[in-house]
């Protein structure tokens, strides 16, 4: 019976601790929700159905999205089949601007801002993916190099 009651008063509370914990965490993330919605013009609605993205692609529930996480992410939402369709460079240039405080990890309020920046509604009325693969479009580059040179050349500066 000794032993019974021991035990019972080391995790009597317990429960009641981890309850309180979660209700806290809950408290907190719909504060984070409602002051970024206010911040980016979106509804509480929209930012918690971004929460819940985030939720999913924090695979590891630290409350940040690594760089494999990621990576992964990019993949499932630019519908590439395979990994040549997303080269490094590219991934790692939309990883610089996802993680704007250069941390090492998107936090939610970084993802927030680069999810309705390309996922939003509105971002797939401007056709993201299609955005995303123009830059391989070789007559876009030709007219991006021949603007640059001809700027270059305007400005007096050599080429050569």
């Not at 019976?1 to 965490?25: G, P």
């Not at 992410?73 to 990994?83: A, F, I, T, Y």
């Not at 936090?107 to 123009?134: C, L, N």
């Not at 991006?144 to 007096?156: H, P, T, Y």
Request: hydrophobic fraction near 40%; aromatic fraction near 14%.
């Amino acid at each position: 019976m000794d032993r019974f009651l021991n035990w019972y008063k080391a995790r009597m509370f317990s429960h009641v601790a981890q309850n309180k914990a979660a209700s806290d965490s809950n408290q907190l993330s719909n504060l984070l929700c409602d002051q970024l919605a206010a911040s980016f013009g979106k509804s509480r609605s929209d930012v918690h159905a971004i929460k819940a993205k985030f939720d999913k692609y924090d695979a590891d529930k630290s409350g940040s999205i690594d760089f494999l996480e990621f990576e992964i992410m990019m993949k499932e939402l630019l519908s590439v089949q395979d990994g040549k369709d997303l080269p490094e460079k590219r991934l790692t240039r939309l990883w610089e601007e996802a993680d704007a405080d250069s941390s090492g990890a998107i936090d939610f309020s970084e993802f927030v801002e680069f999810y309705i920046k390309y996922f939003s509604a509105e971002a797939k009325s401007t056709m993201v993916q299609e955005a995303f693969y123009v830059s391989f479009n070789p007559e876009l580059q030709r007219r991006k190099s021949l603007q640059f040179m001809e700027a270059q050349q305007w400005n007096g500066t050599d080429l050569a």
